[in-house]
């Protein structure tokens, strides 16, 4: 049996297809449904149990035997800012599954985060040691308090404490797929593009604040969700090394490319407008970011990433332009 957590979210619902898909249904989900239509994420797929995020503390210690834990909740809003809230879930509730995963001897996979890189001045390896991580400076309070969280992590290991059998910390880049419609102001960029130019409207980027990038030019590791299912069901079952992986395409790509490439998927010739950067984003904005992967493929994971143009292809024409959009 598998915990889930995060179950009903963006990635959380995709990996609990994946698993249903490889005849694995004994799972036991964790997440907060809410109002916003989450629970739709979950009608098509099977699972054994459900425990609201609230129960989940009090449930553990009467838990049935655990295979693993795979912890994709948190508040993943990079605009919050009620510190106690973030921590409670982002922190809190990590090192209480932390600590469950040590005392039963089982895995222990959970989401951090490329926010924790803050600018990117310091590079995007994922290096784990608490010197590495001493010198990252994540930019808002989402990416701090995953950062915190890693760097307890280890702390612990590096003190020679014990730990989960095997545990991975990953660093999600700029993930887009299925799924992600009750996530308001945080869905990726291709459902908003494609969302606005479905209407008839021009795509509608930032222009750039900086004479290096062009309006446009301010680039991402844009990776496909199920790449993200993938390698995860590869760590579940594999013996690799314990330790924080990037989780991305490996390939920096624009905005621009990305709107051009909906726009392609649409059959619809390219129309574009910038508008102006934002006050709150000003200073605060990653213009540039790339997961280094060869950690990952050290490991031993070979398999292919997906291409932007074939992710945003998959994405558009099987679910954001069709007229049953869940997975």
């Known amino acids: 049996m598998l915990l889930l957590t995060g179950a009903a979210g963006f990635i959380g619902s995709n990996l609990l ?15 907060v449904l809410g109002t916003a239509g989450k629970w739709q994420n979950l009608r098509k797929h099977e699972f054994s149990d459900f425990v609201p ?15 693993a834990v795979i912890h994709l909740g948190a508040n993943s809003d990079t605009t919050a800012t009620d510190g106690d809230e973030v921590m409670d879930h982002n ?13 039963a001897g089982i895995p222990f996979i959970y989401a951090s985060s490329a926010a924790t890189y803050g600018n990117g001045d310091s590079g995007f390896i994922d290096g784990d040691t608490p010197e590495f991580l001493a010198g990252l400076k994540p930019l808002n309070l989402y990416g701090w308090s995953k950062h915190v969280f890693d760097r307890r992590v280890a702390r612990e290991v590096e003190q020679g ?9 990953l660093k999600f880049f700029n993930v887009y797929g299925p799924n992600e419609y009750h996530k308001a102001h945080m869905r990726s960029g291709v459902f908003n593009v494609t969302t606005t130019v479905l209407r008839g409207e021009p795509a509608r980027l930032f222009a750039s604040d900086r004479a290096d990038y062009p309006d446009g030019g301010q680039s991402r590791d844009f990776v496909y969700v199920d790449d993200i299912c993938d390698i995860i069901l590869w760590l579940l079952r594999s013996t690799a090394a314990s330790g924080l992986y990037n989780l991305g395409s490996s390939k920096a790509r624009s905005w621009a490319d990305l709107a051009r490439t909906v726009f392609a998927a649409l059959g619809r010739e ?6 102006p950067m934002p006050e709150n984003l000003r200073g605060r904005y990653q213009y540039w970011t790339e997961a280094d992967m060869s950690k990952l493929r050290r490991a031993g994971y070979n398999a292919p990433l997906t291409s932007l143009e074939e992710g945003v292809t998959r994405y558009v024409t099987q679910y954001l332009a069709s007229e049953d959009q869940y997975r």
């Open 17 to 31: 297809a994946r698993l249903n898909e490889s005849g694995v249904t004994d799972v036991v989900l964790c997440d």
């Open 270 to 275: 390219p129309n574009i407008e910038f508008i």
């Open 53 to 67: 995020i609230e129960a989940l503390r009090d449930w553990l210690p009467t838990a049935p035997e655990l295979e």
């Open 161 to 169: 404490r014990r730990t989960p059998s095997r545990w991975y910390g």
């Open 91 to 103: 922190f809190g509730h990590s090192l209480m599954l932390w600590r469950h995963c040590t005392e």
